[in-house]
């Protein structure tokens, strides 16, 4: 359940990271991650749904820190595109459940091409964690609702660890950088806790929205995907219809359907792209939207452009998906 993930996220992380220094000491992944990460010059992601929306906040994440190009792609698309490995590949899958048939193919096909596979999963010993040559788990116990929650939030704690894993390898994190970074991690799960706490808030945002008839999710960067995830979840949960965007795409055609009946969900943390957000929520405001948006600390602009405003705790743009 959703209650969950404080410990979820603390239970994926605390294997494979030494708290004595803070640094991250990647343990019983199966193989020499400092030789394997030193050594890799392209990366694939592959996964489904929710899975594959943390592994594009992965893409983000690796190339910012480790500089290593990063390709995600959906596993039902990847398996019968006849992708390119160049050499010095490296292919990780998520999956919760390891048994998801696309990302197993797609596992398949990479080991087929001579390409290490790296599985990210919650099932210890599934299909697809006992094809792979290497090992991180979730540890987020038995999902047991159909719409992840709490193994999402951990896949994202572990891609947080492999981003600096593989900065690390490739000599492009300072001891300095890296103590910081794991220090966020390690406060994630009391922030999760504090958000968790805010269910008066989607109370009574949820009781004056149900009547839209549509949701846009819209984000930037690594925040860009949890649009993405969010507009997923409303779907699946709520049975309305949703679309997640990246926020610079709104005025390339889905401004057109925004009017009295949409809301707009912005994630508008306070950063280098708050700007450009708050005037794609002045252009929805314009057109009649109505506006719920997720940002950092006190903003007096945003809460006034907003119908509903949900302040997050401060953090970086590391945590905070
Ligand atoms: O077990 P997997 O992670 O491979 O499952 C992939 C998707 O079916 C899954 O993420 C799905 O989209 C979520 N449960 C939706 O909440």
């Known amino acids: 359940g959703a209650f ?14 030494d708290l004595s220094n803070f640094t991250v000491a990647m343990s019983g992944v199966g193989f020499d991650t400092k030789k394997v990460f030193g050594e890799i010059e392209r990366i694939f992601i592959v996964a489904c749904g929710s899975s594959y929306y943390t592994a594009l906040v992965g893409e983000y994440m690796i190339e910012r820190l480790a500089r290593i190009p990063v390709e995600c792609d959906i596993a039902s698309e990847f398996r ?78 572990l891609l947080n660890l492999l981003s600096l894993a593989t900065a690390q390898a490739k000599g492009k994190l300072t001891v300095i950088e890296e103590a910081d970074y794991v220090r966020q991690l390690q406060a994630a799960p009391a922030q999760i806790e504090t958000v968790l706490n805010l269910d008066k808030f989607f109370k009574k945002a949820a009781s004056t929205l149900k009547e839209f008839k549509g949701f846009l999710y819209l984000g930037r960067n690594v925040h860009y995907p949890i649009a993405l995830e969010g507009a997923l979840k409303l779907k699946e949960l709520a049975y309305m219809h949703a679309e997640g965007y990246a926020a610079g795409e709104m005025k390339h055609g889905p401004l057109a359907l925004i009017d009295k009946n949409m809301a707009v969900v912005m994630l508008a943390p306070r950063d280098e792209l708050f700007e450009k957000s708050l005037s794609n929520l002045e252009e929805a405001k314009a057109r009649g939207g109505q506006v719920i948006s997720i940002g950092t600390g006190a903003n007096a602009r945003l809460e006034q452009i907003s119908n509903h405003y949900l302040v997050l705790p401060e953090a970086g743009w590391f945590t905070l998906p």
Do not use: W
């Open 4 to 17: 969950e993930q404080p410990r979820a996220v603390a239970e994926a992380i605390q294997p494979h990271i």
């Open 80 to 157: 019968y595109r006849y992708p390119v490995f160049p050499k010095n590949s490296l292919l990780i899958s998520i999956s919760q459940s390891g048994e998801t048939a696309d990302t197993l193919a797609a596992v398949r096909l990479a080991k087929a091409a001579g390409v290490k596979v790296l599985s990210i999963c919650n099932v210890r010993n599934s299909s697809i964690d006992r094809e792979a040559d290497g090992h991180l788990y979730m540890n987020a116990g038995t999902e047991v609702g159909v719409a992840s929650t709490k193994a999402f939030s951990a896949t994202l704690a």
